[in-house]
């Protein structure tokens, strides 16, 4: 309320800001994840822990590895997206999980019907998406 007892209002301009930091948040987070995911992919391509690209990758320490930094990455994606969000860090994490269980869920449809590896590691992605992205999104909180 200001002095004269009338309620203050936002700017008309306001909201669709804010949805386009959010969704730029979001944004930002999926970035970091893919471009820290294929840069590592390449590079451990590159010194020959992984098979050359195009050819399957069956070893089970190889998936292993890759699991574990797109964990890690995951977390890193929702830790920026909640850091980035204009408000309610929390809910722009899990927007950023929500969107990479979809896309992982479509790369372990495609991957599987082309038998790229063992099935387990393109639905660990799915499973892992949201709960990394969530666990980003927390330590923004405590952080």
């Known amino acids: 309320m200001t002095a004269q007892g009338t309620a ?5 301009n306001a909201q669709p800001r804010r949805l386009w930091r959010s969704t730029g948040a979001v944004l930002l987070g999926l970035f970091a994840v893919v471009v820290l995911s294929l840069v590592t992919d390449q590079l451990l391509h590159r010194l020959e822990v992984y098979p050359p ?10 998936n292993l590895l890759a699991l574990a930094y797109r964990i890690v990455y995951g977390i890193v994606g929702g830790y920026i ?12 994490a899990l ?5 990479g269980t979809i896309l992982s869920l479509a790369g372990a449809v495609a991957a599987i019907q082309m038998d790229l590896g ?15 992205a969530g666990l980003g999104g927390a330590l923004y909180r405590v952080a």
């Open 8 to 12: 203050q209002t936002a700017p008309a």
């Open 53 to 62: 690209w195009g050819q399957p990758m069956r070893d089970t320490a190889d």
């Open 81 to 92: 997206a909640a850091r980035s969000a204009p408000r309610d860090p929390m809910r722009h």
């Open 95 to 99: 927007l950023l999980g929500g969107a």
């Open 118 to 132: 063992p099935a387990w590691y393109p639905i660990a992605l799915v499973v892992s998406a949201l709960p990394t």
